[in-house]
């Protein structure tokens, strides 16, 4: 199985002295025309600012230059109330909704349903942060209001997200749920770090990826190694590339810690899929160490970006190691990690290879 290696040099303060990230140049060497096709690798170099890479970046964290930064198409996809058109084609629908509504954040309001005394509600996100009722400016809402908790049983409530194009509508008991996974609901930059405080739809990840964050490459296939280089760097550290198989992008993430109470740093290996969290469960992934007769294995499920993976790195629900252990595996200060992306039978029941159709995201 033809493999492809990606050399990966950490940037930012950790690796450069100016506290500038470093880039690299991907160069290959042509074998000659009767030897077999040697693996696709990528060698990371030193290069002058503002020259093209190809390479795994390692960060602390993520940086983006202030040029890309303000050239990048931010799309606010914040929630928002939409007008209600009655599937009923009666107003009264609409105007039973309008009840709901929150006076303060306009946003529907969901049981228990707390009134004043003059009967006017407030949402239970905003009721704690007032000092009086905002409509009569009388007590705080405070008397249970148990009749309008058996009307709210029988109504259907859009999903906050209407305003960025879902049309689905659910009881109260369904609609927190849904909005926890909803695919318009706004992605952040799947990065790691807190540098890049882009947000957009999911459709719009990728093209802000490879606008703001050129750096990151990009390699296709279903069986890669991700080689990361420096591992002996001080203080925390990111490698980040990404992998294109089975119609999809995928991102992997190695961060190095720094763990104070134990005295040691801590490395954590995870892939995420950029998309819904229902597409992530379609697939499975594999890291691998290997190295003088030893093996160290990971298998799951990718997260979603929508999940993200600081959840999984503070529970060590991922590929995690010491420096001790990752000293047996390197050479040379590089650390390579074997990834494979399968998807799980009962979503490929044709066996469909990675390269079979071309990308869609």
């Not at 949402?123 to 008397?143: D, E, I, Y």
Request: overall charge neutral; aromatic content about 6%; hydrophobic content about 35%.
């Amino acid at each position: 199985r033809k493999k492809a290696r990606m050399s990966g040099h950490p940037f930012g303060s950790g690796g450069n002295p100016n506290g500038k990230g470093s880039q690299h140049n991907s160069r290959s060497n042509s074998p000659p025309p009767d030897s077999p096709s040697p693996p696709m690798q990528c060698v990371a170099t030193p290069q002058q600012k503002n020259a093209i890479v190809a390479r795994v970046q390692g960060s602390t964290p993520i940086g983006i230059s202030p040029a890309a930064a303000a050239a990048q198409n931010t799309q606010s996809v914040a929630p928002q109330i939409a007008t209600i058109t009655p599937s009923d084609g009666n107003d009264s629908s609409a105007e039973v909704l309008s009840v709901f509504e929150c006076p303060v954040c306009l946003e529907y309001m969901l049981p228990p349903y707390l009134q004043c005394q003059a009967g006017h509600l407030v949402c239970g996100n905003c009721r704690p942060k007032l000092q009086c009722c905002p409509t009569c400016r009388g007590p705080t809402p405070s008397v249970r209001n148990l009749g309008l908790e058996k009307i709210a049983n029988t109504v259907k409530f859009p999903c906050k997200f209407v305003g960025s194009g879902c049309a689905l509508s659910f009881h109260h008991y369904e609609k927190v749920e849904h909005e926890d996974v909803c695919e318009f609901r706004p992605y952040s930059c799947p990065c790691p770090g807190a540098s890049c405080k882009w947000q957009g739809s999911l459709n719009d990840v990728m093209t802000h990826l490879m606008k703001v964050h050129k750096s990151i490459t990009t390699l296709q296939g279903e069986d890669i190694v991700f080689l990361a280089t420096d591992i002996n760097l001080p203080g925390a550290v990111d490698w980040v590339m990404m992998q294109s198989c089975f119609n999809f992008h995928f991102m992997l993430v190695l961060e190095k810690q720094e763990k104070f109470e134990h005295g040691q740093q801590i490395f954590y290996a995870v892939v995420q899929l950029i998309g819904t969290k229902k597409e992530a469960e379609m697939f499975s992934y594999r890291l691998e160490l290997s190295s003088h007769r030893r093996r160290l294995c990971w298998e799951a499920t990718p997260r979603s970006i929508h999940e993200g993976i600081a959840h999984a790195i503070s529970q060590s629900d991922c590929l995690s190691f010491d420096t001790p252990t990752a000293q047996l595996f390197a050479e040379n200060g590089n650390l390579g990690i074997n990834v494979t992306i399968s998807m799980n039978p009962e979503h490929n029941p044709q066996g469909l290879s990675s390269v079979s159709v071309p990308l869609i995201r």
